[in-house]
């Protein structure tokens, strides 16, 4: 297939280990954030939300953390599997309805 | 549910030609964005309809740049004419409402202008 972005941060991970992703975002008054999966020749793909008054928040597999100090955030993947390769998106939402993507981070899973 | 449809799925153009995408959104779905994604990079929002008003085109190059929603439903970008930065994917969204955060994305078109 074709690639989503051949210049990307990556991370490799062995198959059936945890997975870490970080993001960092840029405005302070950021409330609402969302990560993203986007597999080759696909469009991003909805993982999970969080909202700036939590600071942890689990789905199945999937953990985002939020740290409104340092303005990072995280995706905790659980178990990883070969069908978590993809690239990964954190976005920022300001209150409002334009949401900001990041540049993304390409995860690779070894067999 | 069906989800966002997109097309074409890829498109070769030579700069200053004119391209046109079209998007069928999830039904029901009252707000649809489009997004300019170029490779290496996340996707950058160009322009967000709510029905068939532009709620922020503010991204959206104007001199080149145009999009419709007739009837609040499907709807077209129009590049005219093309260069060669516009090389890209071209992401359609949509979402139930402009509050709503999480969109569903189509596949996009890949636009290559040589």
């Known amino acids: 297939g074709e690639s989503v972005g051949l210049h990307l941060p990556t991370l490799s991970v062995q198959e059936g280990d945890n997975s870490i992703i970080n993001c960092a975002y840029s405005?302070?008054?950021?409330?609402?954030f969302i990560w993203y999966k986007q597999e080759s020749g696909k469009g991003p793909q909805f993982i999970i939300d969080?909202?700036?008054?939590?600071d942890k928040r689990q789905g199945q597999r999937v953990t985002v953390l939020l740290n409104k100090t340092v303005k990072h955030l995280s995706l905790q993947i659980a178990a990883t599997q070969p069908g978590d390769s993809a690239v990964y998106f954190c976005?920022?939402?300001?209150?409002?309805?334009?949401?900001?993507f990041g540049a993304g981070t390409r995860l690779f899973v070894k067999a | 549910e069906a989800g966002v449809a997109q097309s074409p799925r890829y498109k070769i153009i030579e700069k200053r030609q004119s391209v046109a995408f079209w998007c069928n959104p999830i039904?029901?779905?009252?707000?649809l964005y489009w997004y300019q994604q170029i490779l290496g990079q996340g996707p950058k929002l160009l322009i967000q309809?709510?029905?068939?008003?532009?709620?922020?085109d503010s991204q959206l190059p104007k001199d080149r740049f145009s999009a419709e929603r007739l009837k609040g439903v499907d709807s077209t970008l129009k590049i005219q004419p093309a260069k060669l930065e516009d090389s890209a994917v071209y992401l359609c969204?949509?979402?139930?409402?402009?509050?709503?955060?999480?969109?569903?994305f189509g596949s996009g078109t890949r636009l290559t202008v040589v």
């Open positions: 969204a949509s979402s139930l409402s402009s509050v709503t955060y999480g969109y569903t």
């Open positions: 405005n302070s008054a950021s409330d609402y």
């Open positions: 969080i909202r700036s008054n939590m």
């Open positions: 976005a920022e939402n300001t209150g409002g309805f334009k949401t900001i």
């Open positions: 039904s029901g779905h009252a707000t």
């Open positions: 309809f709510q029905n068939n008003g532009v709620v922020d």
